[in-house]
């Protein structure tokens, strides 16, 4: 214990007065103030020997350093919460050394719920990071249950998955040689990391699946299709405070968006509730948007969704898309930055590169539009787009049929590698 204190430790029938195995403190000799539990040091409140006999582990901690520490009433110790924890965690090594074979049962335990719930959930078998289960268990507290160590793997699970993500986001990047450079790269994976990249693949597929099913809800007073594809891109009043990468789908509009720093989705720019002129979404209209920044402050991304099918816009008017973008545009330019939700400010000074998306289907009225304000679709018909000299934006517009064609087109190579279509 140190070069002023010394231990005891004594074995002892599991009793009404000692019903867990607990550490007491000594000085003036004499036991002074409260026994402490160990229960959760050692994993179980007792062990049981060989004849089934249920005992605890009794230790006793001596030191002339706590002589000087017992209050007026010598009652008690005037310790600090981090000396006992210490005390506590120094007596509990010494006795799992001399109860190996109740720590080895416990860890034995552990692993088999462990495995149990890796059968269920073979994907979080990535969280292990090369280990074995039994070598996972080892390395953690001896009293958690299966349910936590589920839940240490999903966060060790994400976090080794962040550079596959990073490694796909980088082949998307290239259309020329993507499949090719797919190929490579699940060709460089080992197992655990395939079952990642396949649960990522099916997730991707599942989405799209249901973007195609939200263009189908009808006028019925439910929630309207613009609203379920929106929450299925980026949850909507909220930002990426919140939100981890795992939880949004930007990759259905453009993979590069995935990765940007901050994303707004369907909030003021302050941060409040909404007032006179704020530029937010508008039920009436159907319209939401997301703005989206980087750390230095030198590029602003704004993606606007429309009603699919919507066909009642006028060029100029408050149903004009481009005009929204270029008001959303110039608020958020003006005011230097929005609020987050936790209060902080995400400054937008010195913007050099602007983008905006406008995800709305191509009907008469929308087409008219987008030629008024002299868009081009000449190297794709599904694509309109134009350079706004004044406001130094470029903006695309496409249709959710478009969306989700080149969302599988992007995915198509994963699909084909890891899922044979």
């Known amino acids: 214990m140190g070069a002023d204190g010394e231990h005891s430790i004594a074995k002892i029938q599991k009793t009404k007065s000692f019903k867990n195995h607990c550490l007491l403190l000594s000085a003036g000799d004499r036991i002074v103030g409260a026994a402490r539990d160990l229960t959760n040091k050692l994993g179980q409140p007792h062990f049981v020997d060989e004849k089934d006999k249920r005992y605890i582990v009794l230790a006793v901690v ?9 209050n007026d009433a010598r009652t008690g110790l005037n310790l ?8 506590v965690s120094t007596i509990s090594d010494v006795i799992q050394q001399t109860e190996t074979h109740q720590i080895e049962r416990i860890k034995t335990e552990q692993s088999t719920h462990l495995n ?8 979080l078998r990535i969280g292990l990071k090369g280990r074995s289960v039994t070598e996972y268990v080892a390395s953690k507290p001896n009293n958690w249950s299966a349910e936590e160590f589920v839940s240490d793997l999903a966060i060790e699970r994400f976090r080794a998955s962040t ?10 990047s290239s259309p020329t040689d993507y499949e090719q450079k797919i190929e490579e790269l699940v060709g460089k994976l080992d197992a655990n990391k395939k079952e990642a990249l396949a649960e990522y693949v099916l997730h991707r597929k599942s989405v799209i699946e249901l973007v195609e099913a939200a263009r189908k809800f009808g006028d019925d007073g439910k929630r309207s299709a613009e609203d379920v594809i929106h929450e299925l891109v980026f949850r909507r009043f909220t930002d990426n405070v919140a939100l981890e ?6 990759w259905l509009i453009d993979d590069a968006l995935a990765f940007l720093p901050y994303v707004s989705s369907d909030r003021t720019m302050h941060g409040g509730g909404r007032q006179k002129g704020d530029r937010v979404t508008d039920l009436a209209f159907f319209d939401d948007s997301m703005v989206l920044g980087d750390n230095d402050g030198t590029t602003i991304s704004i993606v606007e969704f429309k009603k699919p099918s919507r066909d009642d816009y006028t060029f100029g008017g408050k149903n004009d898309p481009v005009l929204q973008v270029i008001d959303t545009l110039q608020k958020a330019t003006a ?15 010195g913007v050099v590169r602007r983008f905006a998306f406008i995800v709305a289907d191509h009907t008469p009225s929308l087409v008219r539009v987008l030629q008024s ?41 994963f699909f084909s590698v890891l899922l044979g279509e």
Not at 116 to 123: C, F, H
Not at 378 to 403: C, M, S, V
Request: net charge neutral; proline share 2%; glycine share 4%.
């Open 62 to 70: 001596r030191s002339e350093a706590f002589e000087s520490r017992l």
């Open 80 to 87: 600090s919460a981090k000396t006992v924890e210490t005390i």
């Open 116 to 123: 149990e719930a890796l059968r269920e959930n073979p994907i």
């Open 163 to 172: 550079d596959l993500t990073r490694a796909i986001t980088t082949a998307a």
């Open 245 to 250: 990468y795992f939880e949004h789908n930007l």
């Open 335 to 349: 005011r230097g930055g929005i609020t987050k939700t936790d209060g902080t400010h995400f400054a937008f000074t």
């Open 373 to 413: 304000h002299d868009f081009k679709s000449d190297w794709n018909p599904k694509i309109h787009f134009r350079y706004r000299d004044n406001e130094q934006i470029f903006i695309q517009a496409f249709g959710y049929d478009t969306l989700v064609e080149n969302a599988k087109k992007r995915n198509q190579a």
